[in-house]
């Protein structure tokens, strides 16, 4: 994993499962998304996501985590970066790993898409991330 946006990935997932809040806000840009739900039916939820800002991400994301996993660790499979310059497409197979028996195989896959961007200072950054994947269209 020498690539650095695989790096940052990592270092997103590592943070979730720490709980670290400022960990986290270091993996995404000051105007991140993070589909939090699934599906947004009203206006007034599109606009506060359309506003959203990386701590609301970062508070999305974690809340998120204790609710629906949190006896359970977050990992990555196999993924697919595809780079257009300073943005990049990612596509990765999430598993969940029970805590109580961390080096159990994966109980539950999600395939995940997320898309970096190379920041001024070239560090990149997740400005969205869907971690319901390609799910995502199901509830459309």
């Known amino acids: 994993m020498n690539n650095p946006i695989s790096n940052v990935l990592q270092q997103l997932h590592d943070a979730v499962n720490r709980g670290d809040q400022d960990a986290l ?3 995404y840009a000051s105007d991140a998304t993070v589909v939090a739900t699934p599906m947004s039916n009203s206006t007034q939820n599109q606009a506060a996501e359309e506003n959203a800002t990386q701590r609301d991400c970062v508070d999305a994301l974690l809340k998120f985590q204790k609710k629906f996993m949190p006896d ?3 990992t990555t499979g196999d993924e697919r970066v595809i780079q257009a310059g300073d ?3 990612v596509v990765a197979k999430l598993y969940l790993v029970p805590k109580a028996t961390p ?3 994966p109980c539950e896959g999600k395939r995940a898409v997320y898309v970096l961007q190379r920041d001024a200072s ?3 950054r997740c400005v969205i ?3 319901f994947g390609t799910d995502l269209l199901d509830f459309a």
């Open 25 to 27: 806000s270091q993996c």
């Open 72 to 74: 359970h660790f977050v």
């Open 87 to 89: 943005v990049a497409l």
């Open 103 to 105: 080096n159990a195989l």
């Open 122 to 124: 070239g560090e990149w």
């Open 129 to 131: 991330d869907n971690f």
